[in-house]
């Protein structure tokens, strides 16, 4: 069964950082695009990262870029979101999904099928 596990996530300060992982079980990543969501309380979802199935190529969302970093590591079968310098507005709950042959991948969530649980990050001091 098709599963993906995130966590890392927490009570985080405002220009600290924090590190989100995405497990995955039942199936093997190296051919699945794998994308990093985020909704906040009264908001819609909106797509922050992903990163492709094939040769890794990567995309941010504006309000992100240079502050995260999305990497994979096939060998543990779990993608990352590296936080950097997080601000109150990226305050939400995060959520990685799994889409296969996906090659240069997209922030469009109904792009992917397979959606994990979900995990919280606040950022406040």
């Known amino acids: 069964q098709l599963q993906l596990v995130e966590s890392g996530g927490g009570l985080v300060q405002p220009g600290g950082s924090l590190r989100l992982s995405c497990a995955a079980s039942?199936?093997?990543?190296?051919?699945?695009?794998i994308g990093w969501f985020r909704q906040a309380p009264g908001k819609e979802r909106e797509g922050v990262s992903c990163?492709?199935?094939?040769?890794?190529?990567?995309y941010y969302a504006d309000s992100v870029k240079g502050r995260f970093t999305i990497s994979r590591d096939n060998a543990k079968n779990t993608v990352y979101l590296q936080m950097n310098s997080p601000k109150p507005e990226d305050t939400a709950v995060y959520y990685c999904?799994?889409?296969?042959?996906?090659?240069?991948?997209?922030?469009?969530?109904?792009?992917?099928?397979?959606w994990g649980q979900g995990t919280q990050v606040t950022v406040s001091s």
């Open positions: 999904a799994a889409a296969p042959f996906f090659p240069r991948c997209g922030l469009q969530g109904t792009e992917y099928p397979y």
């Open positions: 039942g199936f093997t990543l190296d051919y699945y695009a």
């Open positions: 990163i492709g199935s094939s040769d890794g190529s990567t």
